[in-house]
T-cell receptor, first 113, second 115 residues
Framework: AQSVAQPEDQVNVAEGNPLTVKCTYSVSGNPYLFWYVQYPNRGLQFLLK??????LVKGSYGFEAEFNKSQTSFHLKKPSALVSDSALYFCAVRDTNAGKSTFGDGTTLTVKP | GAGVSQSPSNKVTEKGKDVELRCDPISGHTALYWYRQSLGQGLEFLIYFQGNSAPDKSGLPSDRFSAERTGGSVSTLTIQRTQQEDSAVYLC?????????????FGQGTRLTVV
């Protein structure tokens, strides 16, 4: 079985400040981990993924995420938030032996000027 | 095609009618997924295809829901005798394990409203 938890429904940050969107996961085997972003009235867009190797992965639009196996976490980060980063963010996990990904409930990020 | 294409983009149907939702994945992608997103909710997995086979259909909510994929390409999700609780955005995604593109590419979704 696999599951994802995004403990915060909403994250608010000021423009220019660093942001973190939290994600923890559970899988029976080894994980593939993903972050997706959904802008209003648009489909989900892939941001970044962890497969293996370096625990810090970099993705689109200046986002990065750190895989922490001991804490089973994969938090999304950005050093300096932009108003245009405001969107709904989803974390997803897939066991390397599974076909489907399981998504978290999403976190709404609001960046205020 | 260049991206995952879903049709129709919007569908309003009367309770009790059948509907068909279509997904055209990225060319060459072997894996295809259907998810459902209700208003303000996360993504609910429905079914996964690898080629024309569906090794995981555990998310289909009831026997009113069915899906097929033909030619390893286009997929159709059919909902029979629609109910109001079926109202949601139905998302299709594809990926290709063969090329290492394990992330999912999503279509724009079909917004289904049952009245």
């Amino acid at each position: 079985a696999q599951s994802v938890a995004q403990p915060e429904d909403q994250v608010n940050v000021a423009e220019g400040n660093p942001l973190t969107v939290k994600c923890t996961y559970s899988v029976s085997g080894n994980p593939y981990l993903f972050w997706y972003v959904q802008y209003p009235n648009r489909g989900l867009q892939f941001l970044l993924k962890y497969i293996t190797g370096d625990n810090l992965v970099k993705g689109s639009y200046g986002f990065e995420a750190e895989f922490n196996k001991s804490q089973t976490s994969f938090h999304l980060k950005k050093p300096s938030a932009l108003v245009s980063d405001s969107a709904l963010y989803f974390c997803a996990v897939r066991d390397t032996n599974a076909g489907k990904s399981t998504f978290g409930d999403g976190t709404t990020l609001t960046v205020k000027p | 095609g260049a991206g995952v294409s879903q049709s129709p983009s919007n569908k309003v149907t009367e309770k009790g009618k059948d509907v068909e939702l279509r997904c055209d994945p990225i060319s060459g992608h072997t894996a295809l997924y259907w998810y459902r997103q209700s208003l303000g909710q996360g993504l609910e997995f429905l079914i996964y295809f690898q080629g024309n086979s569906a090794p995981d259909k555990s998310g289909l909510p009831s026997d009113r829901f069915s899906a097929e994929r033909t030619g390893g390409s286009v997929s159709t999700l059919t909902i029979q005798r629609t109910q109001q609780e079926d109202s949601a955005v139905y998302l299709c995604a594809s990926s290709s394990f063969l090329t290492g593109t394990i992330e999912a590419f999503f279509g724009q979704g079909t917004r289904l409203t049952v009245v």
